[in-house]
């Protein structure tokens, strides 16, 4: 079968910001199944496909987010017959403007890896949305192997008193309602571990917990507590935790259920009033631990992987092409 013929409006924002490395291999795994051709900088679309090397099927721009720091600034897409797609982060960021972008560039589809959220926030887009989750990719998110030599582990954005201000950001308070629950019960434990949210900018170093290094953190967890906050989605963590092996205790959604999380099968559901009792329950009983965290890794790596959104993706856009011409 030919592949398609894709053009990727993205910046390279895993070299600027390695925290993100994760969102951009994402898109890279394309080029397994598709003839990708990138454009990095800002400019006129007309001027870009006169310089590129390929008749682009469909052009696919990245999110607009952070001043367009994730995808050049384009002119002109409104005005080509082209069909066009954009990827959508933060559904609930700058509403009216998002709206204005897919209105004046004539947006095809609209790619986002959360569903329910999304359409709280853009109904009117139904027809035009794609759902593509977050996944992982098993060079990063994998078994390193490593001794499982901490108990309890959390990461990222938490609100919790930090009177020294050591750490970059602490998170706005009530927004992981979940993790603030976790941290206040556990922030005594000698058996927890806290590692707070690097920040978005992050530069690539030794101390930063990104990429390999936020892998291998993983790694050496028997029990991780995340939650998806207030937008409800299954953020990236929920495959990471389980990609590399360790057992994720976190509240469920719709949307988890759909992609097949299965409490005691390959996750355990919790809230907030039963995650200490969950978490001392599984913690002691080794062997179930074992069976779920080992579930939860087959499972991800045969359903969650950066290479089957892929599949999906093209899957989508094959599949618009084939009704838009017929």
């Known amino acids: 079968m030919k592949k398609l013929k894709i053009l990727i409006l993205i910046r390279r924002f895993d070299i600027k910001y390695p925290k993100h490395k994760h969102l951009f291999d994402s898109i890279a795994a394309l080029e397994e199944f598709a003839e990708v051709q990138y454009w990095h900088e800002d400019g006129n679309i007309h001027e870009i496909l006169k310089k590129i090397k390929i008749e682009p099927d469909f052009i696919f721009m990245y999110d607009t987010t952070w001043g367009h720091g994730l995808t050049p600034e384009i002119k002109g897409l409104g005005k080509i017959k082209i069909p066009k797609g954009c990827y959508v982060i933060d559904v609930h960021h700058k509403v009216e403007n998002r709206r204005s972008y ?37 060079d990063i998110i994998k078994d390193w192997k490593l001794e499982k030599d901490i108990n309890f582990l959390l990461m990222g954005l938490v609100y919790y008193d930090d009177p020294k201000k050591t750490a970059k950001k602490i998170g706005i308070k009530g927004r992981y309602e979940f993790r603030e629950a976790v941290y206040n019960k556990l922030k005594d434990n000698p058996d927890f571990v806290f590692v707070p949210h690097p920040g978005h900018r992050v530069s690539a170093s030794e101390d930063a917990y990104i990429n390999e290094k936020y892998g291998k953190m993983l790694n050496r967890s028997k029990i991780f507590f995340t939650c998806s906050g207030k937008s409800d989605i299954a953020i990236a963590k929920y495959f990471e935790v389980l990609g590399c092996k360790s057992l994720l205790l976190a509240p469920t959604s719709n949307e988890l259920l759909e992609l097949g999380f299965k409490d005691k099968v390959n996750f355990i559901a919790c809230n907030k009033s ?7 329950y599984y913690i002691k009983n080794e062997k179930e631990r074992n069976r779920i965290t080992n579930n939860g890794y087959e499972f991800v790596h045969k359903y969650h992987t950066n290479a089957v959104r892929a599949k999906e993706f093209i899957k989508y856009i094959t599949d618009y092409l084939e009704m838009k011409n017929n």
């Open 274 to 280: 039963n995650f200490y009792e969950k978490a001392l």
């Open 102 to 138: 897919i209105e004046n560039n004539k947006i095809d589809l609209i790619f986002s890896p959360s569903k329910r959220f999304f359409l709280k926030h853009h109904s009117e887009y139904k027809d035009k949305l794609r759902w593509i989750p977050f996944a992982i990719n098993p």
